[in-house]
């Protein structure tokens, strides 16, 4: 093989690898209640999520955003295994979409949302 032909299959190896770690690390969500698009009842809900790797709760941050486009920072309660949270929350009867912004331990940042609706009994 020739030098040139050796540099072009070291920097297909070095993008794959590159690519491949920086998918790797993505943080992705396993679990939520709510699901999306649920109707739950109004009134002070349980507000659970489950992530598939590490994160820090340091950075993290769940947003819930109603119908007028208000968003509200709601604080909640981290496992010891950093991979899943808990809170509960008031929720009026509406629409309703739950953001979340988890950032792994190397600083990177994953979102997501969950729009769900809150009913009157």
Not at 27 to 40: A, M, R, T, V, W
Not at 74 to 89: D, F, M, Q
Request: glycine share 6%; proline share 7%.
């Amino acid at each position: 093989m020739s030098k040139k032909q050796n540099k072009l299959i070291f920097m297909a190896c070095c993008t794959v690898l590159l690519l491949s770690t920086g998918t790797a690390n993505a943080i992705g969500l396993k679990f939520s209640n709510p699901q999306p698009h649920q109707k739950i009842k109004a009134g002070n809900q349980e507000i659970h999520l489950i992530y598939d790797h590490e994160f820090d709760p340091f950075r993290s941050r769940l947003l819930l955003i109603n119908q007028s486009g208000q968003p509200d920072l709601i604080p909640a309660t981290t496992a010891l295994n950093h991979r899943e949270v808990k809170t509960s929350y008031p929720l009026k009867a509406g629409q309703y979409i739950l953001q979340w912004h988890v950032w792994n331990w190397k600083g990177e940042e994953s979102t997501g949302e969950i729009p769900f609706e809150a009913v009157n009994p």
